[in-house]
């Protein structure tokens, strides 16, 4: 959340909202939204004004790109549903034009994001406990307050638009309740509001949690992480807000295959850390043919350094590229194998993607269309059971293994919410299994990756510990220094052992974790 009053350069509010008329208006029901030339809601009084005119009076429809992110926050809450599949979904549905998606995009997203938040502050405003409220009440409250409190709308339109929406799809008692609970809201910006639900608290986790919009157990599992990787506690407070922060799409063009040049023409710019990528604020990219070739591909910048580290470090023996067999033990949905299958394809190896779960087997399969047949293949199964099947057969294996995903909260705004401390706890076997799995299935002098999008010890450094302990036929490699080997000099490695691990507030990539386990030849 930002605190600082002003309104965050990421939360951009209305900038994408606006008109489908050419001009400066959308239809907002029982009035119009009229929003500027950069899709601002136009303030027709004080920014902190809104209309006196009692609900009754007021819009009675919906406008258009709030109901969409009232939809999407309604999915995610009684359906289970992510967000970033539903509302592109919705926007498609409601045919929203592009400043109106935006704006529905900002505002479901930041009011996912910032639950936490939000909560604290209706808590304050409600006279009954939140979890007494009609769900879907409480989520038309989480929009109004992220539109008055973070967002560039006049507190008259957000007030006047979200009882709107709610008296056109909730009912119009309800409209009233969120009237008057949207008003208290109205009295004070964010930083008044968490400085008055903060007044007195000392738990300095707590604090991080509301100021931060992450739920407490998340907060001191990435501080033990950090601490655990060798940065110091209070970065705590960087990496909150780094996960707060809309990331930037960053792009990748399959070595050999792919170009970026439609990309850089279109307004990306060139990846600072890592070559043959590009950083993107948006846009529609499936309107480029290279991305719709699948020959560019949307992938974080940390899993194109993991995915290329594997490709490059160096074998213990016979290290010769040519004919190398590489594996995917955890391939779903595709993203590191279609660079590492390109790669392959470059170097004359081939790679096997393995994936048990055979929809996620599918886009395995589809994410490595674009590259030639001849360099991969992809098996639906267990990975578990591949190093028993096909002990000692290739030369490099990347278990890129289930986790909490701790280390890509930014990218799902609503998955903070979702997860739990169990999932940290039920995944460790796994992990540890199949980390097994990929050391039985590599040959002496070959090389595993242990990957997770999560910092955690628990299913970082303890896991890999676990695998080798004892194991005077394994060794551990500096994945540090093999990710700034195929870096443009990002200095990846720094602060670690002989593991690595990326943050976002450090590197603007996801938490990705890497150890790099070479087995003796
Ligand atoms: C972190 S994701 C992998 C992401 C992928 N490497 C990419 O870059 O797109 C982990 C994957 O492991 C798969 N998985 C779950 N259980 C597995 C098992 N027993 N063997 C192999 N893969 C498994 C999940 O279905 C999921 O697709």
Redesign the pocket.
Known sequence: MSESGRRNPANHGGRDGGSRDGGNRSQGGGGTVRRDAKGRERNRGPQRGFSASAPSQRTRRADPARLVAFEVLRAVAAEDAYANLVLPARIRHHRLDKRDAGFATELSYGALRGQGTYDAILAACVDRPLAKLDPAVLDALRLGAHQLLAMRVPAHAALDQTVGLARAVIGAGPSSLINAVLRKVTARTLPEWLDHVLAGETDTTRIDAVRHAHPEWIVRALRQSLVAHGRPADEITELLEADNEAPVVNLVALPGLGSLEEALENGATPGPLVAGSALSSGGDLGRLSSVRAGTTRVQDVG?QLVARAVAAVELGSSGEQAGEKWL??????????ALLAALANEAGASLLA????PH?AKLVSQALAAVPGSAWSVRTG???DLGKEQPGSFDRV?A????SGLGALRRRPESRWRRTPKDLAELGP?QRE?LGSAIDAVRPGGVVAYV??SPHPAETTAVVSDAVAGREDLELLDAGAALDAVSLGGNLGAGNELTAQLWPHLHRTDAMFMALIRKKA
């Open positions: 899993s995917d033990l955890c391939a779903g949905p595709g993203g590191k194998a393995n994936e048990p779960a996620r267990d990975g578990r990347l890129d293994v289930p986790c796994l199949l997770t999008c």
